[in-house]
Nanobody, 123 residues
Framework: QVQLVESGGGLVQAGESLRLSCAASGRTFSSYGMGWFRQAPGKEREFVAAISWSGGTTYYADSVKGRFTISRDNAKNTVSLQMNSLKPEDTAVYYC????????????????WGQGTQVTVSS
């Protein structure tokens, strides 16, 4: 089992940047594919980005492609989401998740979830 704790959320203006981090503890971090999801008020949770166990393969939702970058550091048991050119529509609670697939994609089943961190982008 793995425990996930997100950090780095906050309030920013449109066009600014934020970097989210997710610290993992428990079993070997590199055994998991990792992803970021988000849920805006009144909306369903949606996929944002995913990264393979080695960091060599990444996937992004079309809505964030070119603006967000997912990365991981297996030595530090962390996965990050660099968010640039933020838009008001990026406002949501962002969740870090881990899955048993070494190369996860948008529809992979994720087994472990963090508690979420709020990102608010003002216009």
């Amino acid at each position: 089992q793995v425990q996930l704790v997100e950090s780095g959320g906050g309030l920013v203006q449109a066009g600014e940047s934020l970097r989210l981090s997710c610290a993992a503890s428990g079993r070997t971090f590199s055994s998991y594919g990792m992803g970021w999801f988000r849920q805006a008020p009144g909306k369903e949770r949606e996929f944002v980005a995913a990264i393979s166990w080695s960091g060599g393969t990444t996937y992004y939702a079309d809505s964030v492609k070119g603006r967000f970058t997912i990365s991981r550091d297996n030595a530090k048991n962390t996965v990050s989401l660099q968010m640039n050119s933020l838009k008001p529509e990026d406002t949501a609670v962002y969740y870090c998740a881990a899955c048993m697939s070494l190369v996860p994609g948008p529809r992979t089943e994720y087994h472990y979830w963090g508690q979420g961190t709020q990102v608010t982008v003002s216009s």
